[in-house]
């Protein structure tokens, strides 16, 4: 099972990004995806998941809105469109995953397998 998260960079207050989280090694339609984030000196948070279609999504209160979750299994990958982007979201972004079958939440206790992580920083 691997999961790479690639699109991060650096963007001004405002401007957009779309992270993709690449998979490969398990059936992707059978997985929900969840991305999370750690800045410098906080601890890690979720942002949005994804279930078995792009109808089932949830999004943290603080980038409801703005950023918009997307599955294609085709493609084996997993998307992440942040869109008005303010300094407070910089930070590590990963991507990870858990079998659909098993439920499990939105939590980084909810995810089974993790990838590395794609750098944004914000600036004001």
């Known amino acids: 099972v691997q999961l790479q998260a690639s699109g991060g960079g650096l963007v001004q207050s405002g401007g957009s990004l779309r992270l993709s989280c690449r998979t490969s090694?398990?059936?992707?339609?059978?997985?929900?995806i969840g991305w999370f984030r750690q800045a410098p000196g906080k601890e890690r948070e979720a942002v949005s998941c994804?279930?078995?279609?792009?109808?089932?999504?949830s999004y943290a209160d603080s980038v409801k809105g703005r950023f918009t979750i997307s599955r294609d299994n085709a493609k084996n990958t997993v998307y992440l469109l942040m869109n008005s982007l303010r300094p407070e979201d910089s930070a590590d972004y990963y991507c990870?995953?858990?079998?659909?079958?098993?439920?499990?939440?939105?939590?980084?206790?909810?995810?089974?397998?993790w990838g590395r992580g794609t750098q944004v920083t914000v600036s004001s």
């Open positions: 090694g398990f059936p992707l339609e059978q997985f929900g």
């Open positions: 994804i279930g078995n279609s792009n109808s089932n999504t």
């Open positions: 990870a995953t858990a079998p659909l079958v098993l439920r499990r939440p939105c939590t980084i206790k909810g995810m089974v397998f």
